[in-house]
């Protein structure tokens, strides 16, 4: 018997692959599916499953097509309500997988139709639990994603179902079950992850805030609220195409993979509204880039971040990459729902620059030059987190977090030059394009970001927790 978790970074996600005798399962398949299909083939094994945990939001899950390819069956938990053909499972049914066993327990919490399923090895013994987003390494699922899809459920209904779920399915078991999560930190679907992916469930009971044994529901629904942040724009259109339906991997990849001389990418751009999409890494764009374009880098949290910038999932999308990584920009962009690819610069933007084409720039500043003009009056906004703005910061410096630049344009002038900045510079270009896009000229990029203000003699300011008075 063999569970083999794949985990992909970039999302922070993990996929599960179970072979026992012959026959093979997947649980929560990301878009697409060839690893899966190239596992089964290297065992020599059939897979008779693929297995959801519930209606993904912030990824598009590869179980239509891994159906398409193997003739698997998909099977969701109770309550699922797919747009296609697909076995519902009863609570405590068991499915068989070669000599082993998995048993559904419907967990209802991070959504209605969530489902753990417990893997029951060859000898009876129970080995482990596939989770899902009901139960996380130092977390649980945040209990608001689906009410952007079910309008008569509420953050406080959904904490309350998953603190029973917690109680009555999951805590019972022996504490030497292995948790198998379906996310590590770093997802947007819980807030205080840790970088571990698997834990014995005892671990967890003794260490997981969710998990004490002496908290009331009141203090459960209470803890899990606070501090959540708002969920990216993205995972409710996710959550649509998971329950509907959607194209297959292959047709979306085959519309994508088209290149385009600098003229036909020109034409296309100014005949259509497709938004372009430059994908290099952030110094590089900053030396030379197609005016109007978007700097999201490959390199970094590309997926997450395009969902959290280009509101629109349907949006058509004109690719620049570095030679060879157009295919991989794709494949990202179609794990969360990002389908409208319809061509790439061939040659990158070396083909552009060779042509002879418009270039525009952004400036960027070292942090040691900085040093030297800094003072009071110098505008600089500071585009991380509000907890990293929080835990320390430039004196003086504004905090207009990166996913809510666009309702917050107004605040950065446009006759006075300014700086910006975030950790070490992804953020940052992310949002130096954005302002180019809409017409701001004035202003200069910190090479580096905080990490090298936080070296400097910069003048820093701690975050300083209000106390109340008694």
């Not at 239509?64 to 109770?78: E, M, N, S, Y």
């Not at 942090?367 to 990293?388: A, C, G, L, Q, T």
């Not at 090298?452 to 209000?466: F, M, V």
């Amino acid at each position: 018997m063999k569970i083999e978790q794949i985990y992909t970074g970039c999302l922070a996600h993990a996929a599960y692959y179970i072979e026992s005798d012959g026959e093979a399962a997947i649980f929560d398949p990301l878009r697409e599916v060839q690893p899966y299909l190239d596992r089964a083939v290297e065992d020599g094994a059939r897979i008779k499953y693929v297995f959801e945990t519930h209606f993904h939001a912030d990824f598009v899950s590869g179980h239509l097509d891994l159906r398409k390819k193997t003739g698997a069956d998909i099977v969701f938990g109770p309550t699922a309500k797919p747009g296609y053909e697909a076995i519902i499972a009863k609570d405590g049914q068991v499915f068989q997988v070669g000599k082993y066993k998995i048993k559904v327990l419907h967990t209802p919490g991070h959504t209605m139709e969530s489902t753990t399923y417990l893997l029951i090895d060859e000898h009876g013994k129970e080995h482990g639990i596939i989770t899902g987003d009901t139960l996380f390494i130092g977390d649980v699922g945040r209990p608001d994603l689906a009410q952007h899809v079910v309008e008569d459920l509420t953050e406080e209904k959904l904490a309350g179902y998953l603190y029973e779920s917690l109680r009555n399915k999951i805590m019972p078991l022996p504490d030497d079950l292995i948790v198998y999560p379906n996310h590590g930190a770093g997802s947007a679907c819980g807030k205080m992850m840790s970088k571990e992916t698997t834990d014995t469930l005892g671990n967890q009971k003794a260490t997981n805030y969710a998990l004490r044994a002496d908290m009331t529901k009141e203090e459960f629904i209470d803890e899990l609220l606070t501090g959540l942040t708002t969920p990216p724009g993205y995972f409710p259109q996710n959550v649509l195409m998971n329950i509907k339906g959607y194209d297959s991997f292959d047709q979306v990849r085959d519309r994508a993979e088209t290149p385009m001389s600098p003229e036909e990418f020109e034409m296309t751009a100014n005949a259509s509204q497709a938004l372009v999409l430059d994908t290099r890494a952030d110094e590089e764009f900053a030396k030379g880039f197609i005016p109007n374009s978007i700097n999201i880098g490959l390199k970094g949290n590309f997926a997450p971040w395009v969902g959290e910038m280009i509101p629109d999932v349907k949006q058509e999308i004109l690719l620049i990459a570095e030679p060879g990584k157009e295919e991989e920009a794709i494949t990202r962009l179609a794990r969360v729902g990002y389908d409208g690819v319809i061509g790439y610069l061939d040659g990158g933007f070396q083909s552009w620059k060779d042509a002879g084409k418009e270039v525009d720039r952004v400036e960027r500043l070292d942090v040691s030059s900085f040093e030297n003009i800094f003072n009071d009056d110098i505008p600089v906004f500071d585009v991380r987190k509000k907890s990293e703005f929080d835990s320390e910061h430039l004196m003086g410096a504004e905090n207009i977090p990166l996913n809510e630049i666009n309702k917050h344009l107004a605040e950065f002038p446009r006759n006075k030059k300014f700086y910006l900045h975030c950790a070490g510079g992804y953020r940052s270009m992310i949002a130096a394009s954005i302002l180019k896009q809409r017409g701001w000229d004035n202003f200069a990029d910190l090479r580096g970001g905080f990490d090298r203000i936080k070296e400097s003699n910069l003048p820093k300011s701690d975050y300083i927790c209000p106390t109340t008075l008694l």
